[in-house]
């Protein structure tokens, strides 16, 4: 039996990768050449991708590049809550 994750809870991890690889990206702007900052940023990258795909997975898409992942025969990202609602399924 698979236990679904807590909206707020992946929502909040969302936010965190989402804010390490927007500021690595910032630094990377200025030490190109930086081989950890890159790792760094890579690894952060795929927690952010694969975090917006478990959430669209449950609970619809936060972006239009994970919408396909829950919206198979309808566009349907509008009948959910919205991620600021209360009350979430």
């Not at 200025?30 to 959430?55: G, N």
């Not at 994970?66 to 919205?82: I, K, L, Q, Y």
């Amino acid at each position: 039996m698979s236990s679904q994750p807590g909206r707020n809870e992946l929502l909040n991890h969302i936010n965190q990768v989402s804010f390490a690889v927007d500021d690595v990206k910032l630094y990377l702007d200025t030490h190109p050449c930086d081989e950890e900052a890159l790792s760094y940023f890579q690894e952060y990258s795929r927690q952010r991708s694969q975090a917006l795909k478990e959430y669209a997975s449950h609970y619809g898409p936060l972006t239009v590049d994970t919408a396909g992942v829950s919206c198979t025969d309808r566009w349907n990202w509008t009948n959910e809550p919205w991620p600021w609602q209360e009350g979430g399924c």
